[in-house]
Every structure is written in C-alpha cells, then in structure tokens.
C-alpha cells in the first residue's frame, strides 16, 4: 500500500511541477466564479440591486430618453405619411388621365355661353362661346368661339375662332373655316385655315385647302389645287439638309 501511495505522490508532484500555474489559476477562477454566484444568491445584495433599479427607472434622464425615443418614432410616422398621401396623389393623377367612354352631345339648337370641360369625348353640333376641353374625340360640326384642347379633332362644315391642340390628329373638313393656330401630330387640311399649323408629323394639304399662315412638319403633302400663303418647313425631319449643302460648299471649293 505505501508503494502505491508513494507512487501517487509521485505523480502529483510531477503533474504539479508540468502544469501548476495553470492549475492554481484555473482553481481560482472556478473559486471567483463560485464567489460571483454565491453573492447573487445573498439577499441583501438582490435587494440592493431591485433598489437600484427603481431609482434608474423613476430618475429624469430615463424619462428623457423615454421622450427622445416616443419624439423619433412620431417624426418617422410624419415623415412615411407625406410618401402615402404622394402616391395616393400619383394614383389620383393616373386615374384622372383614363378617357371615359362617353359622349357628351350639343345639339343645333343649342348655344353654350362658358366653358367646357369633358373627361369623354364631345360631339358639337350648336354653338360654344368659350374654350373646350376633353379627354376624347371633339367633332365639330357647329360654331366655337375660343381655345379647343383634346385628343383628337374633327371639323367638317365648322367655324371656329381660337387654336386648336391635339395630342393626336386634327382633321379639317370641307366648308370649314378656322381663324387661329393648330397644332397636333398629325393633320389633313380640306377646308380653310388662317393661322400657323404646327405639327410633328405628317401633314397632308388637300386640294380644296386654303391656308394663309406658316406650316412646320415633319413632311408634307400638297395635292394639285391647294392655295398656301406662307412658308412650309419640314424642321422636324430626320434629314440634316445643312451638313448636306456645306459638304457641296466644300466640293465646289476644290
């Protein structure tokens, strides 16, 4: 028996000499560890701690960080507000744009002193004192005497007095007489016109056509007949005609 235990010793000691330090140190950490617990578990301590923690909850600086916070989420909710009511504007706008499918009728006998204002289209047979405005068609067959603005225009048999503006095209029937400007992006000329037509696309001058003003297009048709008193410039054509002439200048100078 005394030579096991001498053996023992032994090895002790020599597991000691090898790792002693780190041993101790662990052992007094496991110790500290053991001392951390052991005084949580104290009750005087505990009770320390649960006053301490009312006095943080119930002292000013908390409730001014409590007022910082509830002022920072209220300015985020008025800031995301403006962007809701931006897009239901947005959609409000989108929805203003759509042409409603209906036509609103002005009959012969009719006569319209103001101004009207259709999200349809417009069929004119009377007499409108005033500018006009629709999201759709405006067929004239009647008499107007102000601005007209719509989509699409068609006037046979008409008189108007005032421009014209189409986001589409505008076509001037026979009989027609118009005393103002047009523009579109198309139009067909047959009746008469007095005023400058400015259109970014093709324009066609039909034979029966009177037009005393200026015509700016992108092309143009003038069929045999036709009376123009003005210039006709095709500004909005693809061809470049001033690189074309100076690059003869510069041929005929050699």
Do not use: W
Not at 4 to 30: C, N, P, Q, R, W
Not at 80 to 99: L, R
């Amino acid at each position: 028996m005394s030579f096991f235990k001498d053996f023992k010793d032994d090895l002790s000691e020599e597991v000691k000499s090898l790792y002693g330090d780190d041993i101790e140190k662990e052992a007094e950490e496991d110790k500290d560890e053991d001392l951390m617990v052991n005084t949580l578990d104290d009750p005087e301590l505990a009770k320390m701690a649960e006053s301490l923690k009312k006095e943080v909850e119930e002292s000013p600086i908390s409730d001014k960080l409590d007022a910082e916070l509830n002022s920072k989420t209220e300015d985020k909710e008025m800031n995301a507000e403006p962007a809701e009511e931006k897009d239901s504007e947005v959609t409000q706008e989108a929805d203003t744009e759509e042409i409603a499918d209906e036509t609103a009728v002005i009959t012969e006998g009719l006569t319209v002193k103001g101004d009207l204002d259709s999200i349809g289209s417009i069929d004119l047979f009377g007499s409108v004192d005033g500018n006009i405005t629709c999201r759709g068609k405006l067929t004239v067959s009647g008499s107007i005497f102000g601005s007209s603005k719509a989509n699409e225009v068609f006037a046979n048999n008409a008189q108007i007095e005032g421009d014209i503006e189409a986001k589409g095209s505008v076509k001037i029937g026979q009989g027609t007489v118009i005393v103002g400007n047009i523009s579109a992006t198309s139009a067909v000329i047959a009746g008469a016109v007095k005023g400058d037509i400015d259109v970014h696309g093709p324009v066609i001058v039909d034979s029966s056509a009177i037009v005393v003003g200026d015509i700016k297009s992108k092309t143009v048709q003038i069929n045999n007949g036709a009376t123009i008193d003005g210039r006709c410039s095709q500004c909005y054509a693809d061809v470049n005609t001033d690189s074309i002439f100076n690059l003869k200048n510069k041929k005929s100078s050699k």
